[in-house]
């Protein structure tokens, strides 16, 4: 009877140890699936990291779902919602935002920053749809971000580069392939960009009256050479007089007492012109960038005896990533990511997976 006891008693105990086992690597396995975000793997040997994860946005966050690398875009010229493969997109959006002729690097920071843009309008990853793109999800304008296709870009370069500047595009998009940005574990869904600064980028609470964390101003030198580093814009009183009056008929404002009515002031961290009072009102300084067509909000204004002159430095709203300062960065050997970071502040690179894969 005693050895019959002590073989149910082993027994009984095998048995609870083994339910015990299956327990913790069930546990295990949920647990992976579940932090399978905070995973990460080794960028060469750099000390940044690169998330593995795929995109969730039913909390606007990243978790576990895949997405379906398909975009509808309306093609304005066209007047026509093609659908494509995302990583194509981003070929053509890079073919058409950044020059093929600058440094890799600078072109794979372009990649990531497209995609990431284009993927907060993919509706059918969860992203809200451009509401002016005919029911797209992003239009090919600049309005969203400039696309063109492979056979239209090629027609603008010699022949004898063609498969060399194309496959150049494909390298740095490929290379960066289901790469984004995001903040805190969540999408970013202002990967600002343009062309030029003016050696200092700008805070987004400065153009866009917004608070973004991951958009603030830093420094961009370099960009000396950039062919809208400065630009000079030249009208006579009478067409100021005109414009002002235009969008302001109480700003009592003639050619004669302009000269003593135009004054800028207040200039944000970055330079650009936050306040400039024109007659009796005031106005912001993107405001009178856009009355009058100039490059950016980073002006000086001289008066000459008929003439009102204006110089600008740098090209675009400033905010976010600077194209050419990305360049300037390649060329000092920085990489894609140190060149992201940089520009959009405490940013993390996460590698999203598709359906397909």
């Not at 990291?49 to 969730?56: A, L, P, R």
């Amino acid at each position: 009877m005693k050895n019959n006891y002590d073989y149910i008693r082993i027994r009984n105990t095998l048995l609870i140890s083994l339910i015990v086992i299956l327990i913790f690597l069930l546990s295990v396995s949920i647990l992976s699936k579940i932090y399978r975000t905070k995973k990460v793997i080794s960028y060469n040997q750099n000390n940044f990291k690169i998330k593995e994860s795929t995109v969730k946005y039913r909390d606007n966050g990243i978790g576990d779902l895949t997405i379906n690398p398909v975009i509808e875009v309306y093609l304005t010229k066209e007047k026509r919602i093609e659908k494509m493969n995302l990583e194509e997109y981003i070929k053509g959006v890079v073919a058409a935002e950044m020059p093929v002729g600058f440094e890799l690097e600078a072109l794979k920071a372009q990649a990531i920053a497209a995609r990431t843009y284009a993927l907060g309008h993919m509706e059918s990853a969860g992203g809200k749809k451009y509401a002016r793109a005919k029911g797209a999800d992003i239009d090919d304008t600049v309005n969203c971000q400039v696309y063109i296709s492979k056979a239209n870009i090629m027609k603008t370069w010699s022949k004898n580069k063609r498969e060399e500047y194309w496959n150049k595009i494909c390298k740095a998009v490929d290379s960066t392939k289901g790469m984004i940005l995001t903040y805190n574990d969540k999408i970013v869904r202002q990967p600002f960009y343009f062309s030029t600064s003016s050696g200092r980028t700008e805070d987004a609470s400065e153009v866009f009256s917004v608070n973004v964390p991951y958009l603030r101003s830093v420094s961009s030198p370099g960009e000396e050479n950039a062919p809208k580093y400065h630009t000079i814009f030249k009208f006579s009183y009478n067409s100021v007089v005109k414009t002002i009056n235009k969008y302001f008929s109480n700003s009592n404002i003639n050619i004669y007492n302009l000269h003593q009515n135009v004054k800028i002031l207040k200039r944000s961290e970055g330079g650009s012109v936050k306040e400039i009072r024109i007659g009796n009102i005031i106005i912001t300084g993107f405001k009178f960038r856009n009355m009058f067509g100039l490059t950016s909000a980073n002006f000086n204004i001289n008066f000459s005896p008929n003439y009102m002159t204006i110089t600008c430095k740098g090209y675009g709203h400033g905010v976010g990533m600077s194209q050419w300062g990305a360049n300037a960065m390649a060329k000092t050997g920085k990489n894609y990511i140190e060149i992201l970071k940089h520009y959009y502040q405490g940013v993390d690179i996460t590698r999203i997976k598709y359906l397909t894969e």
